[in-house]
């Protein structure tokens, strides 16, 4: 089946520095991707979701301006946690979707905020 | 809004032993369900969907049918074996607003199966 890499698997940072993480499709071209968050023992939290050469929509109750998200192209999108705080230690996944309806899914990243 | 409950875990089974995962849902419209299975280390797979009432989707001895009329869409195995072992996501799928950006997946919170040999 279709590969969706992340990087990096986890991050532990400093509170006020800003966060990027990648997200890869290896082996197809996606035109809609997903940023989704999950907090122990709760759901995935869909936050944004994004087309090719379209802004990002972001979910209700999700900052824009915190958690920057850029669709670079058909293979990679990037998460960007900006002034993170401890609050939005997280594990963040990312999804791509390529033709038809199924969406897949990287392995996640783990951030940690001190 | 649309919402996805399922039951908590961990679950801990024999091999061969039979396995149901309750999962039941909220949902406005007449959305599409699915579970996704994540196993150690890896992302979320789709393991099989079902679109419409009564469809029963299937794959790797695993099944879910769709049942509008109790809102629910249990993951059931006959047989599970250690490597059925990982975490069980049950979800629904809602166009949403906007037709460009549909299949929003709602999440439940997953089930941790661990399977003993």
């Known amino acids: 089946g279709a590969v969706v890499s992340q990087h990096p698997s986890w991050v532990i940072c400093k509170s006020g520095t800003s966060v990027k993480i990648e997200c890869r499709s290896l082996?197809?071209?996606?035109?809609?991707m997903f940023w989704y968050r999950q907090f122990p023992k709760q759901s995935l939290m869909l936050m944004a979701t994004?087309?090719?050469?379209?802004?990002?929509?972001?979910e209700q109750g999700v900052e824009k301006d915190k958690f920057l998200i850029n669709h670079a192209s058909l293979t990679l999108s990037t998460l960007t946690v900006t002034s993170a705080h401890p609050e939005d230690s997280s594990f963040y996944i990312c999804?791509?979707?390529?033709?038809?309806?199924?969406?897949?899914f990287g392995p996640g990243t783990r951030l940690l905020v001190l | 809004g649309d919402s996805v409950t399922q039951m908590e875990g961990p679950v801990t089974l024999s091999e061969e032993a039979f396995l149901t995962i309750n999962c039941t849902y909220t949902?406005?419209?007449?959305?599409?369900l699915f579970w996704y299975v994540q196993y150690p280390g890896e992302g979320l797979q789709l393991l099989l969907k079902?679109?419409?009432?009564?469809d029963k989707g299937s794959n790797k001895g695993f099944e879910a049918t769709y049942r509008k009329e109790t809102t629910s869409f249990h993951l059931e195995k006959g047989s599970v074996q250690v490597s059925d072992s990982a975490v069980y996501f049950c979800?629904?799928?809602?166009?949403?607003?906007?037709?460009?950006?549909?299949?929003?997946?709602?999440f439940g919170a997953g089930t941790i199966l661990r399977v003993k040999s």
């Open positions: 999804s791509h979707r390529g033709t038809g309806e199924t969406q897949y």
């Open positions: 082996d197809f071209q996606a035109t809609t």
């Open positions: 994004s087309n090719e050469g379209s802004k990002a929509t972001y």
């Open positions: 949902a406005t419209g007449y959305p599409s």
């Open positions: 079902a679109t419409k009432a009564d």
């Open positions: 979800a629904l799928s809602d166009l949403g607003l906007d037709m460009e950006y549909g299949n929003k997946l709602v």
